[in-house]
């Protein structure tokens, strides 16, 4: 890294919510960092000071990326998958489950269509 790209200046975008208060006054604050706020006469001065604000308390600061890793935990019903796979039963079941759809679906349409009808 060269000096020039040393002494660069970093920009950082933010968002910042302006409002209009009830007694005529502007308030301006940066979205997530709530100590970053100003209260002034109209929107241009709310948010010039609100900059100024800002570059004051980042003087000497860096501001970097940091990754982190979040722990991965196990889906709560993964512990069951497989249990049943070398159960006699199991195959039976699955049809009776395949049945029971195929039954649901055409009560299902048949009441649609008995819909439509009417």
Do not use: C
Request: charged share 30%; proline share 3%.
């Amino acid at each position: 890294m060269n000096t020039e790209q040393l002494n660069e200046q970093s920009r950082l975008a933010v968002n910042v919510l302006i409002r209009n208060e009830k007694d005529g006054k502007v308030s301006a604050r940066v979205l997530g960092f709530p100590e970053y706020s100003v209260i002034s006469s109209d929107r241009h001065t709310a948010i010039s000071e609100l900059d100024k604000l800002i570059a004051e308390n980042l003087s000497g600061t860096e501001i970097i990326p940091l990754e982190i890793k979040i722990p991965r935990h196990e889906h709560p019903w993964q512990k069951f998958a497989g249990i049943y796979k070398d159960n006699d039963l199991f195959d039976s079941v699955l049809t009776n489950i395949e049945a029971n759809r195929h039954q649901l679906n055409s009560q299902v349409t048949n009441d649609r269509a008995d819909e439509k009808i009417s």
